[in-house]
């Protein structure tokens, strides 16, 4: 932990995040919806420690139970990703010859697809919610883990104890589950955490865009997005949920980076 | 060398046939047709029929398929639902503020991120080398339209007013007034992509700084500065070429969302007035410009690699 700072903070920063958001209910001085009308716009003050946004809202409290829908989005996302991506991976790369071939050129025309892009063409065709945004960044981000999950499946699959399994008369299911999937847990998990951060990042610009989390819910990128108008009668409803999903980035980030160098260190 | 640009070349042509289907797919499951918003919600379901009729919806999936492919190729773009007009008279403005966006944000990446790279790499360690370190990690971290707000916050408000908060101007109305409307919406998505750079230079030129070509270099006693611009740089830099490369796609994702930050009138914010407005033709035409171009790109960064890097072509 000591030689490790990255790891020590972004799992300091993921955890918080976690709590904080978990706790929200309990901790946050208002209701999420709770409108002071006299209140509007307002910077810091002892009823309203972060200020308020355009309807009066405590942004403590918004700030708060924004993190829900961000940790939600962003490791619903990332799970549906590994989900749809270590099995096409896994069983590509393992069958080889012409079915990997035909198999990594549909995931290469995916992954030529600019990852926004294929989540807003996918939330256009099934309506802006969050589920949908969820769906959206979740096959977007798919392709790339089946690259991933593949290239380490070709890694592996002629090592000696593999051969051995099928020699014995192991099934083919069985060899990929059972033996090959263990081997690439360590490369999958570092990729996962790492992609955490980057789908709360997409999550949130969807919700930017008004493509995800909907009003009147407390949401870090639609916050952003309704701060907009207001930007020049007070910075308060852009500054507090842009530092939160900012810090959120940074320690998944840390997390995933300070994770591969203790796996790597181990190893 | 020739071999290898035309397999790439084929495996690009598949690339941008299997997109093609893909926007078609996914445009074609949104609800409503185009006959209803044509008509309007009240259109009575014979003249609905009749319009679809007209307009081909009635046809086969792979037919109508076919017909818009045909089109797209021919110069024959559809007609925008929601704008009233052709849409090869909507695109041609928007993809050139998107390319003046990108090719500006490029070249300021190039020219900040591959200096401050080589700075880090040749200071390992150094206090320097983590401040930019740092400042990269915050740079990826924080989301361009965090920051595209921000700038416009500091450096586009009242108190002090240097640049618009937004919208364009045209080249004729002057390069000041045209540039100026451009620095901000650059400066947001330069500092994301600046970050990515820099750790790739810095990781990349620190792997040669260690190989023996370069210590044979110091040995010969060439100077530091020559050993790092003469000879460390040219191989220390491919793998920056691959991660500009892959920005290219975040770029195209980015530029959606610092086009409506910015209220810059381009490609990524005509993608989004077809979606608010349900309008398929314009969103398809416009969605495959903008993955194609990507497409396009990668193959152009591809060759570069190649050219700079003669084991891949002989792969």
Redesign the interface.
């Known amino acids: 932990m000591k030689r490790n700072p990255a790891l020590a903070l972004g799992l300091l920063l993921v955890g918080a995040v976690i709590v904080l958001s978990l706790a929200a209910a309990a901790i946050a001085p208002y209701a999420a919806a709770e409108q002071h009308i006299a209140d509007r716009l307002q910077g810091p003050s002892p009823r309203h420690l972060l200020g308020t946004d355009q309807y009066g809202r405590d942004l403590l409290t918004r700030t708060l139970f924004g993190g829900r829908p961000a940790l939600v989005l962003g490791l619903g996302a990332v799970a549906l990703g590994l989900a749809l991506g270590v099995p096409v991976g896994l069983a590509s790369g393992y069958a080889g010859g012409r079915t990997d071939e035909a198999v990594m ?2 995931v ?3 992954l ?7 989540a ?3 939330v ?2 099934l ?1 802006a919610t969050t589920g949908h945004a969820l769906l959206a960044i979740g096959v977007a981000n798919a392709p790339g883990i089946a690259r991933i999950v593949r290239s380490q499946t070709l890694a592996v699959k002629h090592e000696e104890f593999v051969l051995a399994a099928r020699a014995q008369g192991d099934s083919h299911g069985y060899v990929m589950l059972g033996e090959i999937l263990p081997n690439l847990l360590p490369p999958i998990v570092i990729e996962a955490t790492i992609r955490v ?1 980057f789908a709360i ?1 997409a999550g ?2 969807l919700s ?4 995800g989390v909907q009003p009147p819910q407390a949401d870090w ?1 639609l916050m ?1 997005r309704e ?2 108008q207001y ?2 009668l007070s ?1 308060w409803p ?1 500054l507090c949920p ?1 530092a939160a ?2 810090i959120t ?2 320690g998944f ?2 997390f995933g980076d300070g994770l591969r160098d203790w796996l790597a260190a181990r190893a | 060398m020739a071999r290898y640009v035309v397999g790439r070349g084929l495996s690009i042509a598949l690339v941008l046939v299997l997109i093609s289907i893909i926007v078609f797919a996914a445009t074609h499951v949104l609800p409503g047709s185009a006959a209803t918003l044509i008509l309007g919600e009240y259109a009575t379901p014979e003249s609905l029929r009749a319009l679809e009729q007209e307009l081909g919806l009635d046809r086969p999936l792979a037919v109508q398929y076919l017909a818009w492919v045909g089109g797209v190729v021919t110069g024959d773009w559809g007609y925008s639902l929601a704008m009233k007009q052709p849409v090869t008279a909507i695109v041609g403005l928007r993809l050139r503020n998107s390319a003046a966006l990108a090719a500006l944000t490029l070249v300021a990446v190039i020219l900040v991120a591959i200096p401050l790279g080589t700075v880090a790499a040749v200071r390992q360690g150094r206090w320097l080398d983590l401040a930019i370190l740092t400042g990269s990690y915050l740079g990826i971290s924080v989301p361009e339209f965090v920051s595209g707000m921000l700038l416009i916050l500091v450096l586009a408000g009242p108190s002090l007013h240097w640049f618009p908060t937004g919208d364009y101007a045209p080249l004729a109305a002057g390069l000041r007034a045209w540039l100026s409307h451009l620095v901000l919406p650059v400066l947001a998505l330069t500092l994301v992509l600046v970050a990515h750079v820099v750790r790739q230079t810095r990781s990349g030129l620190i792997e040669v700084l260690r190989s023996p070509y370069v210590r044979t270099a110091r040995l010969k006693g060439a100077t530091e500065r020559r050993i790092v611009l003469r000879h460390a740089l040219r191989n220390g830099l491919l793998p920056a070429v691959t991660v500009i490369a892959l920005d290219l796609g975040y770029l195209m994702g980015g530029i959606v969302v610092v086009e409506e930050v910015f209220a810059y009138p381009g490609m990524g914010r005509l993608i989004l007035y077809a979606i608010q407005n349900r309008d398929v033709p314009l969103l398809q035409v416009s969605i495959l410009i903008v993955a194609a171009t990507y497409t396009v790109a990668n193959f152009g960064a591809d060759m570069l690699y190649a050219w700079l890097d003669p084991r891949i072509r002989y792969r």
């Open positions: 050129r549909v290469d025309a995916f030529s697809f600019p990852a926004l892009l294929l807003l063409l996918i256009t065709a309506g951060g990042l949130a610009s930017f865009l008004g493509l990128g952003i701060a907009r930007i020049f910075s852009l842009g999903l900012a980035i940074v980030n840390l």
